[in-house]
Every structure is written in structure tokens, then in C-alpha cells.
């Protein structure tokens, strides 16, 4: 393992310079990482909700191995080993009928937007601001942050922007064109922005009325993030499509698309050559095997995250967690990573908290204690 600082110059030589980064990590077990340093870290970001299971958790190690040594991939052209079963669970737990396989959410997004236009016949879709669903140029368009979208801008694709929660101006700017109306349940991105009361039921409402598509992107939220397989499914709101990924295989690059009754890709409508391989989907069935035994403890580390943080008026929802912290958050941030305790600076001042779903509570109230701390 090179040193730190030499990696670094490694990588400033050779490697684009998309991100901003310091902490050189090399190994993880449940909630914890450790650094180049060997330092020890509790991980409340878990690579932005993807471990959900905790890093390197045995029954997943235990099945990505497993499968790699019987085939790594085969193509789409053939039947993949763990597709169909995937697909059948993944529709059960959340109430769709049909599922197609991606390898991010970015892609799990796009070919949302493919189906409602091609099976609506319409052209035009309706998102909110500070929403966030992914950077290729499809996904971006519906991306409201103009600093990430307007460099790449025009991105093809006809869509409006209204504000999160404001049903008026929803009701004002879906017509007789609009495919769909595509909301992230809880804003992840934004800061862990939680809707208002009856906002999505609203918003299924509209997309009744004038025939389009209500696309949910649960990408951040579902796979037990929230107490709930789904997040929508604290409502009773039965969506058209749901868009998956981040914590659907506890690390390896996997997402999912799914949709109800009637709505589905038809013959080379749309493919991908990785898509749903047999790693990723030996990966997504030992993750959801997992995540169904610890779902129920949920909600309740959610709830000691709230009292724990109390002083601070949380926003939380299972194991989402967001602070309204304002220019402090960077410094919070760092001062967190000093005491040992990984967390990450959404947008807007939120300080954002994504941790395990295995996190225990004595772990989670030493989280508390080191924010207590950074935020004084």
C-alpha cells in the first residue's frame, strides 16, 4: 500500500480531477472504516447510503465470492443466474410488477424517463428544485442544481422545474404532454428534506387526472433506508415506477428500475451489457436477505438518533438523518472526521447522517456525542 501522500501525487498526475477528497480509506467492517493511517473511523456516511448492510458484511462477501467463482458475467443475450429471482423479490417487497436491471441510479433514472415516454407517448416531464437523479444527460435534465446542470445545458429533454411541496404550481405545469412527474420521496441530496403532509398523495392525484406517469426515485430512500423497503410506503401512494440503486447490493454497482401493471420495455426498446450481471445480483439477493432481518430495528435507531440529537432539531426518517447547520457545515464536517466520525455536507448548510442499517446504538450514541461536540 503506497503512503498517502504519494497516492495522492499518483493520482493528481493521472486521475480527473472530479472530486474533492483527503481521507485515504482501506478497509471496513460493519460501521467502521479505518484509514491509510490506521485511524478509526464510525461510518454515518456509508459511500452516500450504499453499504446498508455495513461494510464488507459476511453474508455478502460470502456471495459475491461464491458466484465469482462459478461465472463472473454471461451477457443479457443469455439467462443470468439470480436475475429472475431478484426481480420476483424485489417486486414483491414493493408492491411493482416488473423489474429491469442498471448498473447506478443515474441509469435506473434514465430508463424511467425512457419508459414514460415511450409507452405514454408524451414528451415532457415535471421535477422539483433541489432535486437530485443522477448526472448523465438524461438524468441531469431533471437535476435541478444549476450548478451541476447548467454547464451541460441543452440537455434534449423538455421538463419543467416546480417547488418541492407547492401542489398549486404542480397542478399549473402538468398538461396533456407531460409523460411524468419524477420526485424524490425525501430529498436526499438536498439535505434529508422531508415533504409535506400530503404532498404525495397530491402528486398521484395530478398525474391521475391528466395521465401521467408518477415516477419515484427511491435511488437514496428505499431498500430499508427509512424503516420501510420503500419511503413512499409510509404513504399509501402506489407510484407507476420506482428507481432503485446506492443500498440495493451493499457496495457493487447495481440498480434497479420498476414498474406496475402494464408498463414495461418491450423488445430492444432498452439493454445494457452489464446490466443485472451475476455478481450484482448475488450481491442484491444476500443484501435484501439481509436487510429483512434487521428492517424492523429500524425505525427505532432512527428514534434514538432524534433524542440523541435533539438540541440540534433533526430531520429524521429511519436511518436518513439531516441538520440545518448553515455555513458551519464544512467545518462541522471536519471537525467530525478529527473526532473519528465520518458524516457529509449536503446541500444548502445540511449536514447529512446515511449510516449502516446494522449500526448498533451504542455506536449511534457515540455519533451523537462527537456531533454534540464539532457543533458545540
Known amino acids: 500500500m503506497q503512503k498517502k501522500d504519494d497516492y495522492r501525487a499518483l493520482e493528481a498526475r493521472y486521475y480527473m480531477p472530479a472530486f ?7 478497509r471496513g467492517q460493519g ?31 460470502r456471495a459475491i465470492c461464491e458466484q465469482a467463482k462459478k461465472l463472473i458475467h454471461c451477457s443479457n443475450l443469455y439467462y443470468v443466474p439470480g436475475q429472475a429471482e431478484l426481480a420476483q423479490k424485489l417486486t ?8 429491469f436491471f442498471s448498473n447506478s441510479g ?13 409507452r405514454t407517448g408524451r414528451k415532457k416531464f415535471v421535477a422539483f428544485t433541489h432535486g437530485f437523479h443522477g448526472r448523465t444527460i438524461g438524468s441531469l435534465a431533471v437535476t435541478h442544481k444549476p450548478g451541476i446542470r447548467e454547464p451541460f445545458e441543452p440537455l434534449g429533454m423538455a421538463r419543467t422545474f416546480v417547488d418541492y411541496g407547492d401542489t398549486d ?27 409535506p403532509a400530503g404532498f404525495l398523495e397530491e402528486i398521484r392525484e395530478i398525474c391521475d387526472k391528466k395521465g401521467a406517469l408518477m ?6 430512500t428505499g431498500m430499508g433506508r427509512t424503516g420501510k423497503w420503500l419511503a413512499i410506503q409510509h404513504t399509501a401512494v402506489l407510484p407507476d415506477i420506482v428507481t432503485l440503486a446506492k443500498g440495493i447490493a451493499s457496495g457493487f454497482p447495481m440498480g434497479a428500475l420498476l414498474a406496475r401493471e402494464g408498463l414495461e420495455f418491450k423488445k430492444s426498446e432498452h439493454g445494457s451489457t452489464f446490466a443485472g450481471g451475476p455478481l450484482a445480483c448475488a450481491a442484491a439477493l444476500a443484501t435484501l436477505q439481509v436487510i429483512e ?48 466520525l465520518l458524516v457529509n455536507c449536503a446541500a444548502e448548510g445540511n449536514l447529512r447522517l446515511l449510516p449502516p442499517l446494522v449500526i448498533t446504538n451504542d455506536e449511534i450514541d457515540k455519533a451523537c456525542s462527537i456531533l454534540g461536540e464539532a457543533l458545540g
Open 20 to 26: 474533492t477528497r483527503d481521507i485515504m480509506l482501506t
Open 31 to 61: 460501521s467502521k472504516v479505518w484509514d491509510a493511517d490506521g485511524k478509526e473511523y464510525l461510518d454515518c456516511v456509508a459511500g452516500i447510503a450504499v453499504c446498508s448492510t455495513g461494510h464488507c458484511h459476511p453474508a455478502v462477501s
Open 92 to 99: 414483491e417487497k414493493t408492491g411493482m410488477t416488473k423489474a
Open 106 to 118: 443515474a441509469e435506473a433514472s434514465d430508463g424511467a424517463l425512457k419508459l414514460a415516454r415511450v
Open 169 to 195: 404550481a404542480l397542478r399549473k405545469a402538468v398538461d396533456s404532454d407531460t409523460a411524468g412527474v419524477i420526485v424524490e420521496p425525501i430529498q436526499g441530496e438536498a439535505g434529508v428534506i422531508i415533504p
Open 215 to 220: 415516477i419515484v426515485d427511491e435511488v437514496q
Open 293 to 340: 432481518e434487521i428492517l424492523p430495528s429500524v425505525p427505532g435507531k432512527g428514534e434514538r438518533f432524534r433524542a440523541g440529537l435533539s438540541k440540534y432539531t433533526p430531520r429524521v426518517c429511519g436511518l436518513m438523518i439531516g441538520m440545518t447547520v448553515g455555513d458551519r457545515c464544512g467545518v462541522v464536517q471536519k471537525l467530525c472526521a478529527e473526532r473519528g
